[in-house]
């Protein structure tokens, strides 16, 4: 019986979360409930446990890489050897993502996984305006960032440029200070930072040729906009690119191209939030009758409002 005591409690130690009943058969414990016990705690375990393995690339072992699990809260990143550790339920799916190469999910089906990233070489091979051309910007070195013309100016509408590319580029803050139509939205590169004389707006180019707005660009003219982020810009363009630089490209047309024609229109309307009645010459005559009975002189609102303007009113009515 003592022995059946003891049995009982380092079991209890063993599973906290868990209560079994077994059944006692001539003083001694089931064998057969005892195993599906243990069986049944041990493939429930199984379902959450540590996850770990590699991250490699084409080269070798790749350090930094954000590890998560989809739907969860729990995640990680690899280190300098591309080792990963992270706690997973069987059947659930990791996301490893890292800048350059292309977000990849995995389910969980072992403890181990080692895991390969491909190369993100779309963003390197696409041709982005500088200073008199265009380069593939993978042979650039300095912060250049792009914005997809097709996706915020062509397939919406808008008012103009600047409010169309608010929020489009990371580090490109563009805002407009006023809801005035055709106000000159304020745009500024890494930072709201100011020069001596207080401007800190970016050089503005189409076609290489400075403008004072981009209020002055037509949407539907725009081809391509490149934005040049960092100070190494000035060395193309001179002091007036110290801030940064908005490259906008117009359409042009080509010999061996086709004739095509885009139209687009917009309607808008106005109407005033509430009808007031004007007076006519019968109000005019109605403050000119009250003040006379007053007896009082014209001050504030009916100053030059007198008899003499009344009748000049009622002989152009």
């Keep these: ?52 393995g590699t991250v490699k690339d084409g080269k070798g072992p790749v350090s930094g890489v954000s590890v998560s699990v989809i739907g969860g809260t729990a995640s990680t990143k690899t280190d ?19 800048v350059g190469y292309v977000t990849k999910e995995v389910a969980v089906t ?62 490109f803050s563009v805002t407009v200070p006023s809801g005035e139509v055709g106000s000159d939205p304020t745009m500024r590169i890494r930072g709201a930072i100011s020069s001596i004389q ?27 906009i490149t934005v040049l982020k960092d100070a190494a810009s000035s060395s193309i363009y001179g002091a007036k690119a110290a801030f940064g630089v908005v490259l906008i490209k117009t359409k042009t047309g080509g010999s061996a191209e086709k004739v095509t024609v885009n139209y687009s229109n917009n309607f808008s309307f106005q109407n005033p939030y509430k009808k007031l009645e004007m007076g006519r010459v019968n109000a005019l005559k109605y403050t000119i009758d009250a003040l006379e009975r007053v007896g009082g002189t014209e001050t504030g609102a009916f100053y030059k409002v007198n008899r003499e303007s009344y009748e000049r009113a009622v002989e152009w009515d």
């Design 198 to 224: 207080g401007n800190s707006s970016p050089l503005i180019l189409v076609d290489n040729v400075e403008i004072p707005s981009i209020q002055y660009v037509n949407p539907d003219d725009v081809e391509s």
């Design 110 to 171: 072992s403890a181990t996984l080692d895991v390969t990233l491909a190369d993100d070489n779309q963003a390197l091979d696409e041709v982005v305006v500088v200073g008199y051309g265009t380069q593939k910007k993978g042979n650039l070195t300095g912060a250049v960032s792009s914005i997809n013309v097709k996706e915020n100016l062509q397939s919406r509408p808008i008012a103009d440029v600047g409010r169309a590319i608010q929020g489009t580029t990371p580090g």
């Design 80 to 98: 300098a050897q591309g080792h990963f550790k992270i706690t997973a339920a069987v059947g659930s799916k990791l996301r490893f993502s890292f």
């Design 1 to 52: 019986m003592r022995k059946f005591v003891l049995f009982s409690v380092a079991l209890g130690l063993s599973f906290p979360s868990e209560s079994y009943s077994f059944a006692k058969k001539e003083g001694a414990l089931n064998r057969d409930n005892l195993t599906s016990a243990f069986l049944s705690s041990s493939a429930k375990n199984a379902f959450q446990n540590t996850v770990q």
